[in-house]
């Protein structure tokens, strides 16, 4: 168990719709992450938050966006949602003690859109 | 900006043969470098990280990995392959350059699909 929590497991539903999937960190992680994985384009680095603040944006969309809340739970909000966002979106959390402290994944949440 | 690619979209082994997921990498500064194992339906799992100065780093479930810095590469091994070490590695990279609009965020390989045969 790597102590990140995501919420739901799987969600579906209709395109033109608006889906919020929820992370909590490991305890004393700051550092919140968010990731999509599809078949054809692998593992896709959305944006990066530390503690409460947008710290690093990746190919996120502009239907997409994200929040950490002073509890450091992690919200991912995706709007007008389309065929082609159906993945699995992962959240993953990190000490900033060291440079090279490992990320820590959740199990993700599995998203269709139909 | 830091990149890394892992050539071979599949490996196969036989049980009990030696296997090797390779991955090479691209950084401006010091590449902090990083496998991890996905099993279906389950988030990504660290395996083991490199350390500077140790070109062979020791990891969870009997898996290592050989640095090389002038090949760029940090090459995932195990001595004894097993049915249960089939899964999707992935191999990433963060480097340490502080330069201006450089993102250090951690990127992965497209991953590499593990199929280990009794």
């Known amino acids: 168990d790597s102590g990140v929590t995501q919420t739901p497991k799987h969600l579906i539903t209709a395109t033109g719709q608006r889906v919020t999937l929820r992370c909590s960190p490991r305890s004393g992680d700051l550092s919140v992450y968010w990731y999509q994985q599809s078949l054809d384009q692998g593992l896709q680095f959305l944006i990066q938050y530390y503690n409460g603040e947008e710290r690093a944006k990746g190919n996120i969309l502009e239907r997409f966006s994200a929040q950490q809340f002073p509890d450091l739970h992690s919200e991912l909000n995706l709007s007008s949602l389309e065929l082609g966002d159906s993945a699995l979106y992962f959240c993953a959390s990190r000490s900033e003690s060291s440079y090279n402290s490992p990320l820590h994944f959740g199990n993700g949440t599995r998203l269709t859109v139909t | 900006a830091q990149s890394v690619a892992q050539p071979e979209d599949q490996v196969n082994v036989a049980e009990g043969n030696p296997l090797t997921v390779k991955c090479t990498y691209s950084?401006?500064?010091?590449?902090?470098l990083f496998w991890y194992v996905q099993y279906p339906n389950r988030g990504l799992q660290f395996l083991l990280k490199?350390?500077?100065?140790?070109?062979l780093v020791k990891g969870s479930y009997g898996f290592e990995a050989e640095f090389n810095k002038s090949q760029t590469s940090f090459h995932l091994k195990k001595p004894s392959a097993l049915v249960s070490d089939s899964a999707l590695y992935f191999c990433?990279?963060?480097?340490?350059?502080?330069?201006?609009?450089?993102?250090?965020?951690?990127?992965f390989g497209a991953g590499t699909r593990l199929t280990v045969k009794p």
């Open positions: 990433a990279v963060r480097d340490d350059f502080r330069g201006a609009s450089h993102n250090n965020d951690m990127r």
């Open positions: 490199y350390i500077t100065g140790d070109n």
């Open positions: 950084v401006s500064g010091n590449p902090y």
